[in-house]
């Protein structure tokens, strides 16, 4: 929802002063003027923590701006005509006769190309966040306003391609302009400010620009996992009354709305999104439905089935053990405000949301909601590997118990795992960052980190990042494991120390003794002498700490230290095959 600017400078004051900075430069071609104001407002919200500067640059100067940028976290670019070619604002005059048009389209695509080498060059820093042109064009082609120009076509199809270029770089992010149009739906360009201070924007324009752009700054973590009921959600019908024949989700029995949202939990689920079902029915039923009726959210792609006449939140407290993942990661789905309120009692952290079986409409909005919080940036190849890996580990689990604990090291050496470890320094690696961020309960500190953070540490030449992939007769479960550091001498004891700031993995890799080659890696192959954690406890990293005081044998502390004697003393044989990426 947009603000009035006297709600923005109240936001702005109401940040911490002694807050540590979130420093961003705002890069365009105009006066920044409001759309500057609104943008601190919207990124004082996103980051309430911290107290947000908003760097500015020279105006008339879109791509000096860019070379220019240095020591903030983001850059944010909003373009407009005028930095394409002059001639396309309002402040300079240049010629708007017919005889310039060719000479104005030569000079966009010479401005285009530009940019994007430009912007290419900034995104090897620090992320980008670029608004294309959001205004009308000038009056500035022979044709009638309601009549489309040659010149206006071949500039939006010259600008599309600019996006889709840009959209390919790394660290890139385009503001999505249909997203704009439903925010700012009135009038945008404002001709009084444009002329008399060179800011061109509505207070309205401004402020939804503003809201989006800092949103993309933030890069919120997608949601992981949805719950779903079944009867008049999954489908229209009550399966133990209506029978198998009578649940439908089409056109044809007006229940189109139910194939859609099958449709939409399809998606999600190929994009690594974790779906499962929660449903007071008969599993029978459930499994003919699914076998007879074939829906388009195939059985396949859901992992676990709750299907019992008992009370769902117990079904959700099985799920989130299944899946090991936070509750504050997970959506409940269902058409009975009842059991919403009932989960809800007992997982106050999981969002929960009405399906408005009656209203498509209100569906469809539901599904854009969704679509929101569970959208990412690409798809990963952990993504791809998330359910199958799920399924595999559950299988690993169900299969460990059977082997005696005293030769869970002979076990382990049954299922042929293979550590492939990486300490490649790569800024873009998103998956390394998103553990970091994501995972709980195997997290050393619980710290998240803000990705022009994580890039700027990783530029410093005594960081080390250590990455590892894990496969066994199970599956793959992708990179499931990061150690983030830095490396001292001390020149009086002669030692190398690795100081492990962060340090998470993958509760999918619980049970199988992966954290001990996680530190044996340093202390054999980088050869370091002495580990020091940046360890803190938090309510859910129970299983780190309880790793930490077995290897040190005792309480873990703040700045803890493991010697590689320590370590050696205290630490299994490995299982595994380990080998490094070249």
Same mark, same amino acid.
């Given at each position: 929802?947009?603000?009035?600017?006297?709600?923005?400078?109240?936001?702005?004051?109401?940040?911490?002063?002694?807050?540590?900075?979130?420093?961003?430069?705002?890069?365009?071609?105009?006066?920044?003027?409001?759309?500057?104001?609104?943008?601190?407002?919207?990124?004082?919200?996103?980051?309430?923590?911290?107290?947000?500067?908003?760097?500015?640059?020279?105006?008339?100067?879109?791509?000096?701006?860019?070379?220019?940028?240095?020591?903030?976290?983001?850059?944010?670019?909003?373009?407009?005509?005028? *930095? %394409? $070619?002059?001639? #396309?604002?309002?402040?300079? =005059? !240049?010629?708007?006769?017919?005889?310039?048009? /060719?000479?104005? @389209?030569?000079?966009?695509?010479?401005?285009?190309?530009?940019?994007?080498?430009?912007?290419?060059?900034?995104?090897?820093?620090?992320?980008?966040?670029?608004?294309?042109?959001?205004?009308?064009?000038?009056?500035?082609?022979?044709?009638?306003?309601?009549?489309?120009?040659?010149?206006?076509?071949?500039?939006?199809?010259?600008?599309?391609?600019?996006?889709?270029?840009?959209?390919?770089?790394?660290?890139?992010?385009?503001?999505?302009?249909?997203?704009?149009?439903?925010?700012?739906?009135?009038?945008?360009?404002?001709?009084?400010?444009?002329?008399?201070?060179?800011?061109?924007?509505?207070?309205?324009?401004?402020?939804?620009?503003?809201?989006?752009?800092?949103?993309?700054?933030?890069?919120?973590?997608?949601?992981?996992?949805?719950?779903? *009921? %079944? $009867?008049?959600? #999954?489908?229209?019908?009550? =399966? !133990?009354?209506?029978?198998?024949?009578?649940? /439908?989700?089409? @056109?044809?029995?007006?229940?189109?709305?139910?194939?859609?949202?099958?449709?939409?939990?399809?998606?999600?689920?190929?994009?690594?999104?974790?779906?499962?079902?929660?449903?007071?029915?008969?599993?029978?039923?459930?499994?003919?439905?699914?076998?007879?009726?074939?829906?388009?959210?195939?059985?396949?792609?859901?992992?676990?089935?709750?299907?019992?006449?008992?009370?769902?939140?117990?079904?959700?407290?099985?799920?989130?053990?299944?899946?090991?993942?936070?509750?504050?990661?997970?959506?409940?789905?269902?058409?009975?405000?009842?059991?919403?309120?009932?989960?809800?009692?007992?997982?106050?952290?999981?969002?929960?949301?009405?399906?408005?079986?009656?209203?498509?409409?209100?569906?469809?909005?539901?599904?854009?909601?969704?679509?929101?919080?569970?959208?990412? $940036?690409?798809?990963?190849?952990?993504?791809? =590997?998330?359910?199958?890996?799920?399924?595999?580990?559950?299988?690993?689990?169900?299969?460990?118990?059977?082997?005696?604990?005293?030769?869970?090291?002979?076990?382990?050496?049954?299922?042929?795992?293979?550590?492939?470890?990486?300490?490649?320094?790569?800024?873009?690696?998103?998956?390394?960052?998103?553990?970091?961020?994501?995972?709980?309960?195997?997290?050393?500190?619980?710290?998240?980190?803000?990705?022009?953070?994580?890039?700027?540490?990783?530029?410093?030449?005594?960081?080390?990042?250590?990455?590892?992939?894990?496969?066994?007769?199970?599956?793959?479960?992708?990179?499931?494991?990061?150690?983030?550091?830095?490396?001292?001498?001390?020149?009086?004891?002669?030692?190398?120390?690795?100081?492990?700031?962060?340090?998470?993995?993958?509760?999918?890799?619980?049970?199988?003794?992966?954290?001990?080659?996680?530190?044996?890696?340093?202390?054999?192959?980088?050869?370091?002498?002495? =580990?020091?954690?940046?360890?803190?406890?938090?309510?859910?990293?129970?299983?780190?700490?309880?790793?930490?005081?077995?290897?040190?044998?005792?309480?873990?502390?703040?700045?803890?230290?493991?010697?590689?004697?320590?370590?050696?003393?205290?630490?299994?044989?490995?299982?595994?095959?380990?080998?490094?990426?070249?």
């Amino acid at each position: 929802m947009t603000m009035k600017l006297a709600e923005a400078l109240k936001v702005i004051q109401s940040a911490p002063p002694q807050a540590p900075t979130i420093q961003v430069a705002l890069l365009c071609g105009f006066n920044p003027l409001h759309l500057e104001i609104f943008l601190r407002a919207e990124l004082s919200r996103l980051f309430p923590d911290r107290l947000p500067v908003v760097k500015t640059g020279l105006y008339g100067d879109l791509i000096g701006n860019l070379q220019r940028i240095e020591n903030v976290l983001a850059g944010i670019v909003a373009m407009e005509w005028a *930095d %394409l $070619d002059p001639r #396309l604002g309002l402040r300079r =005059l !240049g010629g708007w006769d017919a005889s310039q048009l /060719s000479d104005i @389209l030569a000079e966009v695509n010479r401005s285009c190309d530009c940019l994007r080498n430009a912007v290419e060059e900034c995104a090897r820093k620090v992320p980008v966040v670029v608004s294309l042109p959001t205004l009308p064009l000038v009056p500035v082609a022979f044709n009638p306003p309601a009549q489309a120009s040659e010149l206006s076509l071949e500039l939006d199809n010259r600008v599309a391609s600019l996006a889709v270029d840009l959209s390919r770089v790394p660290g890139v992010r385009i503001v999505e302009r249909r997203r704009l149009d439903k925010l700012s739906s009135g009038s945008r360009f404002d001709v009084n400010s444009d002329l008399a201070t060179g800011f061109p924007y509505t207070i309205g324009h401004a402020s939804a620009l503003a809201e989006l752009l800092a949103r993309l700054v933030l890069n919120r973590p997608a949601k992981k996992g949805l719950i779903t *009921d %079944l $009867d008049d959600t #999954l489908w229209r019908g009550i =399966l !133990g009354d209506d029978g198998v024949d009578g649940i /439908s989700w089409d @056109l044809e029995h007006h229940s189109q709305i139910h194939g859609l949202y099958q449709q939409l939990l399809r998606s999600l689920a190929s994009s690594g999104t974790l779906i499962a079902v929660a449903s007071k029915n008969e599993a029978a039923i459930v499994d003919e439905a699914f076998a007879a009726r074939d829906p388009i959210l195939p059985k396949a792609d859901i992992f676990p089935f709750e299907v019992h006449w008992g009370p769902k939140s117990e079904s959700v407290t099985r799920i989130l053990r299944a899946w090991n993942i936070a509750a504050d990661d997970v959506v409940c789905v269902d058409d009975s405000a009842a059991e919403l309120a009932e989960i809800q009692r007992s997982h106050p952290r999981v969002e929960c949301l009405l399906f408005p079986r009656d209203n498509p409409q209100a569906a469809y909005e539901l599904f854009e909601k969704l679509r929101d919080w569970f959208g990412k $940036d690409h798809i990963s190849p952990e993504d791809r =590997l998330r359910l199958a890996s799920l399924r595999a580990n559950a299988e690993f689990q169900g299969r460990l118990p059977r082997a005696a604990m005293s030769a869970s090291g002979d076990f382990l050496a049954q299922i042929d795992g293979r550590l492939t470890v990486s300490t490649k320094k790569q800024p873009l690696d998103e998956r390394a960052l998103e553990l970091v961020n994501k995972t709980n309960q195997f997290n050393l500190n619980g710290r998240r980190v803000l990705e022009a953070d994580w890039r700027g540490w990783l530029s410093a030449p005594d960081s080390v990042l250590i990455t590892a992939s894990y496969h066994d007769k199970y599956g793959p479960l992708g990179k499931i494991a990061v150690i983030a550091g830095d490396l001292s001498y001390d020149n009086d004891s002669k030692r190398r120390k690795l100081r492990v700031r962060t340090w998470v993995m993958s509760c999918r890799a619980f049970s199988r003794q992966i954290e001990f080659e996680c530190l044996r890696w340093p202390f054999t192959q980088l050869e370091v002498d002495e =580990l020091e954690f940046d360890f803190a406890a938090t309510p859910r990293n129970a299983p780190i700490r309880d790793f930490l005081q077995k290897v040190l044998q005792g309480p873990p502390e703040s700045e803890c230290r493991l010697t590689r004697e320590q370590f050696l003393q205290n630490c299994p044989a490995s299982s595994y095959v380990v080998e490094e990426v070249a």
